[in-house]
T-cell receptor, first 116, second 111 residues
Framework: NAGVTQTPKFRILKIGQSMTLQCTQD?????MYWYRQDPGMGLKLIYY???????DKGEVPNGYNVSRSTTEDFPLRLELAAPSQTSVYFC???????????????FGPGTRLTVT | EDQVTQSPEALRLQEGESSSLNCSYT??????LFWYRQDPGKGPEFLFT?????EEKEKERLKATLTKKESFLHITAPKPEDSATYLC????????????WGAGTKLIIKP
């Protein structure tokens, strides 16, 4: 199992450009998430998905879009990049601990994005 | 407001010097508290889930404990390879999916 994979590892964008961050998992998890991590801050949830065709906003969705056409893939789209989107982006997937109502999340290696 | 606070921000220890990291939380009901380890340039790696006050879990030199207000990650006789940032997150009782994350404690173990 490769787990959760993300591409690219690094990217530099100019203000106003767009890009898609790719995320794939091979664990057959229904739940997937996108987070951003800024220095000195906790992880912030951007979007999440509970299955193919179902997505919802997290805490900081503005400036981003997602789609989920398959169980495996959950790409994150940045439209009109802004310096405030400079961050490290992590994709995660999870399965439910049904008897507890909790979810153990497994993370990809991250994409470091700089917008200048 | 639900929140998670980790302390200290950074901790430097000599190899073999035991210590504890703290995660204080305020949530409306606790469904689960999670500890993760994050190495530089990598994604967080799952360590433990704790569900109720009094629960303890161990893994090698790490032991996590939970009270009604906080969790401790005890590290016994640490080695340089234990150096990492340790993250704490909670799932509130009224949340199905969203975790509230602390900012982490950066642990440095000097040989």
């Amino acid at each position: 199992n490769a787990g959760v994979t993300q591409t690219p590892k690094f990217r530099i964008l100019k203000i106003g450009q767009s890009m898609t961050l790719q995320c794939t998992q091979d664990m057959n998890h229904n739940y997937m998430y996108w987070y951003r991590q800024d220095p000195g801050m906790g992880l912030k949830l951007i979007y999440y998905s509970v299955g193919a065709g179902i997505t919802d906003k997290g805490e900081v969705p503005n400036g981003y879009n997602v789609s989920r056409s398959t169980t495996e893939d959950f790409p994150l789209r940045l439209e009109l990049a802004a310096p405030s989107q400079t961050s490290v982006y992590f994709c995660a997937s999870s399965y439910p601990i049904v008897q507890r109502g909790t979810y153990e999340q497994y993370f990809g290696p991250g994409t470091r994005l700089t917008v200048t | 407001e639900d929140q998670v606070t980790q302390s200290p921000e950074a901790l430097r220890l000599q190899e073999g010097e035991s210590s504890s990291l703290n995660c204080s939380y305020t949530v409306s009901g606790l469904r689960g508290l999670f500890w993760y380890r994050q190495d530089p340039g990598k994604g967080p790696e799952f360590l433990f889930t704790l569900y109720s006050a009094g629960e303890e879990k161990e893994k090698e030199r790490l032991k996590a404990t939970l009270t009604k207000k906080e969790s401790f990650l005890h590290i016994t006789a640490p080695k340089p390879e234990d150096s990492a940032t340790y993250l704490c997150a909670v799932q509130a009782g009224d949340s199905n999916y969203q975790l509230i994350w602390g900012a982490g404690t950066k642990l440095i173990i000097k040989p």
